[in-house]
């Protein structure tokens, strides 16, 4: 009986019937097979559905170490989100998913109502990616000179790109959904991503949970870019109510010209409804050349093939941790992988 009962205990399924009936007749060899079901619960209970939906592969991304740029900071240690594990690529998944499960419950979004809104880049592609498999259509308004990898990946899952001009960056992006969402109310759910709560609740709700759970609360910085901004409003947010003691630190581009595809300059930008500049305990300017430098040390000395927000977010680590005296644990996050920037000229640079 004892072998039977270790395997209850480490979770494994067993033939209790022929345990027992091996245990009634004395026998001393017990059988640890699959626990087989009587014919009424065959009959009654559908097999569990195997694999996992890809929904459910949103969120719950690695939280890795940076080993070799850990030797530089002896009392500090620099962990990285890997949301490039997420489906769409990106960490755009997880506000587009909540985005769209809050817009498909209460109806804003059904048959014969497209999914609208303004983006340079990830969230559109997690929202294709989303509409592909939940069976709604995508528009998404873009700057004409975003780069051909990411025209190619939103045709591939099939959404609707209007055009708008590369001069007006993605401000003329947005400009233009509002005038679609306005002209045609009807036509149209404008999920506005800058605007919508579900965009920061996303992080507050997940992100910010999941990073309090990986480093079994001992996180004591929290550093990220701002885009949206909802990463970090949200991430921050529920942090500081987890430990008010953490310190979190935003990044942004250092002028209004600049190449960190994703982050906004806030003091010359359209500046997202969500974002909560009273939240940061600190901003950082970041340059593109230090973020684009960075890009090529965590590919060669840590075999991470990041985007460029990553680089822009491991500069802005470092400078927090070179003025820090005592013990840390700080966590960054990393949006996206190389692949949509490999075409870039930096890297041969
Ligand atoms: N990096 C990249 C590559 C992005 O696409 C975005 C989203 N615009 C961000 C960083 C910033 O994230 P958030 O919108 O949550 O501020």
């Known amino acids: 009986m004892l072998p039977a009962i270790f395997a209850l205990l480490e979770g494994r399924t067993i033939d209790l019937e022929s345990t027992l009936s091996h245990k009634i007749r004395g026998s001393a ?70 985005i769209v499960g809050e817009a498909l419950r209460s109806g804003k979004l059904r048959e014969g109502v497209a999914l609208l809104d303004a983006t340079s880049g990830n969230t559109g592609i997690a929202y294709a990616m989303l509409g592909a498999a939940q069976k709604f259509s995508v528009v998404l308004c873009m700057p004409a000179n975003v780069s051909p990898e990411r025209k190619k990946i939103l045709r591939a899952y099939g959404a609707e790109v209007v055009f708008t001009a590369p001069d007006e960056g993605s401000d003329g992006a947005i400009r233009k959904a509002q005038q679609m969402a306005k002209a045609h ?123 460029i927000s990553a680089g822009a977010a491991l500069v802005g680590c470092e400078m927090v941790a070179r003025e820090l005296r005592g013990p840390a644990v700080m966590v960054t996050v990393f949006p996206d992988s190389a692949d949509k920037y490999l075409s870039e000229r930096f890297w041969d640079e």
């Open 185 to 307: 109310p009807k036509k149209y759910f404008y999920a506005d991503q800058y605007s919508n709560d579900a965009t920061w609740q996303a992080h507050y709700y997940g992100t910010a949970e999941e990073i309090w759970r990986q480093t079994e609360g001992r996180v004591t910085h929290f550093v990220a870019t701002l885009g949206t901004s909802g990463t970090f409003v949200g991430t921050t947010r529920r942090l500081k109510e987890l430990n008010p003691k953490i310190t979190c630190v935003s990044l942004q581009p250092d002028s209004p010209f600049h190449g960190l595809e994703g982050l906004k300059h806030m003091a010359t930008a359209m500046v997202p409804r969500i974002y909560d500049a009273s939240l940061a305990d600190r901003n950082l300017d970041i340059s593109t050349e230090a973020a684009y430098e960075a890009v090529k040390r965590l590919a060669r000395e840590e075999g991470l093939l990041v985007g």
């Open 29 to 98: 060899n017990f059988r640890l097979t699959r626990l087989v079901p009587t014919r009424a619960t065959t009959a009654a209970k559908a097999a569990p559905a195997l694999g996992e939906s890809l929904l459910s592969r949103i969120g719950n991304t690695p939280l890795l170490r940076l080993e070799k740029i850990n030797t530089q900071f002896p009392s500090v240690e620099i962990l990285a989100k890997a949301e490039w594990h997420n489906p769409g690529g990106s960490v755009k998944d997880r506000a587009a998913s909540r």
